[in-house]
């Protein structure tokens, strides 16, 4: 079967129209003149060809392989892994190897015999590979030529061109560079960092740009490894984290958080040879014993000049050796990778500039954001110096390939659209309405469609009664009950069951009896459980929801204690959202006049998306869908499944499942058949867009045959973003809300899209905080041929019907429900040891791993917004 080329993705069929005209200044700078020399590309073997990148770097950069590039060496770039760039051919031909002895380089004697492999020599072959085909990366930012390798080359080639001398001067992480000034200390021994980001893009308007923005990241922070130890572990001091190791006997929480230290790199300044200049560094492999503990075999040479041999410990031998009287001796030594070597943790300094490669905890996120977020001016201003310090008109190498950038950022011409109009239910005070600014009040406002009547349901307080009394509970319930039915609701039962969980019992066995107990009191199966928790925190969330919705069939409503005690109206009406989707109601529909699906063929709306696990964790990625259920596309069913080690494809067998359920869903609820089919996905790099082309959109064409065999429905496949740099900065005062943000609506297609395909950015929402970030929206294959103005409408008009918000949100809303499912149904996953990868995939191809499936849900809410 042939595969689908990127060159095959649909073309722009036209701009769109509908809106007001508006300036925005985008983050990004047009190449005025563009490399027009020969580039020679050279493939690079260094050692194995499997060497660790800083090793690559350490050798590349070595006088004596630099050395040897005679003239071409001020011209020469390189990937830091296996390809080299120059416009001067290098002396020794189109192949030379050569070897590199790293010991003299540092100013050491080179080693002389001993054991194979103990030399620090290392074989480097260069290999001349062609020419840079520049010309055709012209040709395609014109729209003259169609995406292919070549054009990857180029492209690839002028990334590293813009890199090579910034990498000289800041540390580098892919295309961000960072330096260590203006670093935030956060919470558990690190600390965020920012950066410059800038890469290369080939966009419309025929032209080549740079996209330059403001990077964060995560660091180690420096210190020792004592110092880290005790602050990742929350210990104030080495004689706590001392105490509680002796306690824990290698087996609890602070020896499962010293594991996330593995790799790091550190270097130790006891010894008179560790210098500045020529300091020794070495890597975490783990912990050991202590240093009272450890011992080993030390050779002492006599007077007489024989050697005896006497067994001592770690603590002894710095004493003798080196004068040093440890302080805290019980803690565990570091063992390093090289040659088992160990070091006590509070002479190990962690060298500077190491990214923290784990997931943030809660309080860490917290205080991330707080130091990424900047307003639309402020973030203006750091661009803009980032420019200024990349400093690309004294940048040597740009000026010797000839490649000039203009300093002004672009402005484009974009246009806001209308916001469309809401309806709410009848009694509702303005029931139709035109939103402003993307948010609107709740306040007299019905719901659209109301759910089922609140007739069994039922209380269960995790909190401790100290924190949460039982008529702080009721008091919470009545003002709950009047806001429902305030907004429409219908509630049956006033006083629901409370009771308290029984700490020792387990989640599952206090739920059953609150369920039992509320079916009881209304001789029926209850509709719903609340859970009263004291904080926000995965347990015993997770098991309230996985018990709930796989073993009982009941949805569930958690509550932090602190909001029952306000029981604040605002709180309760955003918690009646929630309660009156779960219950099968809806919260706002688009007027028919704004939907652009409205009175056309059965459509349906579908929202996906591929998640994985933080790294270092060995768990399933994890595939989640979600189909509309109804004709205005407001209402969602959810379905999701394991899906691999890190695959990025939706698998066949989730995708037909996951479609077929999907359809059914949509056939049981409306008594039709969808005709037409809009998917929306996430979670896609741009060079993963013709993959799922040949492989997602194949599969839900066979999950239609498997729902009947002459079904053929027709589909448009769209991917929607927020992983990228593009930003708007609105020039004209009335196409900004008093932040300085772009107003909602806002949309781009010009500049800073592709160069000839179907795609655009929409900043569909209010950002309460920081710069807005507009989605970026990507048509790979399109069956339905909606007009280009109604589309956008699709869009941006469906971000106005999210289920719990008073207010657009910035992501179509069929994508959100998937991230949110995504999310919960992770508590549905079988126990770990049922979960182990057995096997991984590689090239990014459609391979299954051998994963558990997470536990279906429970047939009676399979179609209810469970994941609300």
């Known amino acids: 079967m042939a595969t689908h080329l990127e060159g095959d993705l649909p073309k722009r069929p036209a701009f769109g129209t509908k809106g007001r005209q508006a300036v925005i200044a985008l983050n990004s700078y047009a190449v005025s003149k563009f490399p027009t020399l020969a580039i020679n590309q050279y493939d690079v073997t260094i050692g194995s060809g499997s060497e660790k990148r800083a090793l690559i770097k350490k050798i590349w950069y070595s006088d004596k392989l630099q050395s040897q590039f005679g003239a071409a060496k001020n011209t020469v770039l390189f990937d830091g892994n296996k390809l080299a760039w120059s416009v001067t051919l290098f002396p020794f031909g189109d192949r030379h190897v050569t070897t590199v002895d790293l010991d003299e380089g540092d100013g050491r004697e080179a080693r002389q015999g001993g054991r194979p492999g103990r030399d620090n020599k290392h074989r480097v072959v260069i290999q001349k590979s062609g020419r840079v085909p520049l010309q055709v990366v012209e040709a395609f930012v014109k729209g003259d030529y169609r995406m292919d390798n070549d054009v990857l080359v180029g492209i690839n080639f002028l990334d590293h061109l813009m890199r090579e001398t910034p990498s000289k001067h800041f540390i580098t992480i892919k295309r961000s560079f960072f330096q260590s000034a203006g670093k935030v200390p956060m919470e558990r021994g690190v600390e965020a960092w920012k950066g410059i980001f800038q890469s290369v893009r080939a966009t419309q308007g025929g032209r080549l740009t740079i996209n330059v923005d403001v990077a964060t990241t995560v660091f180690w922070s420096q210190g020792t490894v004592m110092d880290i130890a005790c602050r990742m572990t929350l210990n104030g001091s080495p004689e706590d984290l001392q105490s509680k190791i002796v306690k824990e006997h290698g087996k609890g929480p602070i020896s499962r958080d010293l594991r996330r230290l593995r790799r790091v790199s550190f270097f130790c300044t006891h010894r008179k040879r560790d210098t500045e200049v020529r300091k020794k560094v070495y890597t975490i492999e783990g912990f050991d014993q202590n240093a009272v503990e450890y011992t080993f075999e030390m050779k002492r040479h006599n007077a007489d000049g024989g050697v005896t041999t006497e067994t001592i410990s770690a603590y002894d031998y710095f004493l003798r050796q080196y004068n040093l009287r ?54 203006m201003e750091q661009i803009k110096s980032n420019v200024a310090q990349l400093d690309w008109k004294k940048d040597p190498l740009l000026a010797q390939y000839g490649m000039e950038i203009d300093t002004n950022m672009i402005k484009s011409k974009g246009r806001i659209l209308n916001a469309p109009k809401i309806c709410y239910g009848d009694g509702s005070t303005d029931r139709v309405f035109v939103p402003r600014d993307g948010k609107w009040d709740l306040r007299g406002k019905k719901f659209a469609k109301i759910g089922a009547q609140l007739k069994g349901w039922g209380f269960m307080i995790f909190a401790p009664q100290r924190n949460c009394d039982e008529l702080t509970v009721k008091n919470f319930i009545r003002q709950l009950v009047q806001v429902y039915i305030g907004h429409g609701g219908q509630v049956q039962n006033k006083e629901p069951i409370i009771m308290y969980a029984d700490p020792k019992k387990s989640v599952g066995t206090n739920i059953f009896e609150l369920y039992k107990k509320a079916g009881n009191q209304v001789q029926a199966k209850p509709q719903m459980l609340f859970f009263v928790l004291s904080a926000k925190s995965p347990q015993p969330y997770n098991e309230i929801k996985a018990f709930c919705e796989l073993n009982i069939g009941v949805v569930s409503q958690c509550l932090q204690s602190r909001h029952v005690a306000q029981a604040k109206p605002q709180y309760c009406s955003n918690v009646c959202m929630k309660v009156n989707a779960k219950l099968g109601g809806t919260t706002c529909f688009l007027d028919k006049s704004d939907h652009p699906l409205f009175g056309k063929e059965a459509s349906i709306i579908v929202g996906a998306d591929v998640s994985h696990p933080a790294p270092g964790i060995n768990k399933a990625s994890f595939a989640s869908m979600v189909g509309s259920t109804d004709m205005q596309g407001s209402r969602f069913a959810a379905i999701c499944n394991t899906n691999g080690a890190r695959q990025e494809c939706i698998t066949t067998p989730n995708m037909i499942k996951f479609m077929c359920t999907l359809l059914r869903a949509f056939r049981q609820e409306t008594t039709k058949i969808p005709m037409r089919i809009f998917y929306f996905r996430d979670g896609v790099s741009e060079g993963q867009y013709a993959q799922i082309v040949d492989e997602e959109l194949r599969d839900m064409r066979e999950a239609c045959k498997v729902l009947q065999a002459d079904y053929n429905p027709k589909i448009t496949v769209t991917i929607c973003s927020k992983r990228h740099h593009t930003r708007f900065f609105p020039v004209d005062r009335n196409a900004q809300d008093r932040n300085g943000n772009c107003l909602p609506g806002t949309i781009v297609e010009r500049d800073v899209t592709h160069p000839t395909e179907y795609d655009f950015y929409l900043a569909a929402h209010n950002a309460i905080q920081g710069t807005a970030r507009p989605v970026h929206y990507h048509v790979i294959h399109d069956e339905n041929k909606m007009p280009v103005d109604m589309f956008q409408a699709l869009v941006y008009n469906s971000c106005y019907t999210y289920i719990r918000a008073s207010n657009s949100v910035s992501l179509i809303p069929a994508v959100y429900y998937a991230h949110l499912a995504s999310s919960r149904a992770r508590a549905h996953e079988v126990a770990d040891e049922g979960n182990t990868i057995v096997t991984s995939t590689s090239g990014g191809k459609k391979e299954q791993s051998e994963v558990a499936e997470i536990r279906p849900l429970h047939d009676t809410i399979k179609h209810a917004m469970w994941y609300v």
């Open 326 to 379: 440890l302080k805290y001796p019980q803690l565990p030594l570091v063992k390093t990778r090289k040659k088992g070597e160990v070091f006590p943790m509070e002479l190990c300094h962690i060298q500077e500039g190491q990214r923290y490669p784990f997931k943030l905890d809660e309080r860490q996120t917290a205080e991330m954001i707080k130091f990424t977020v900047q307003r639309p001016t402020i973030r």
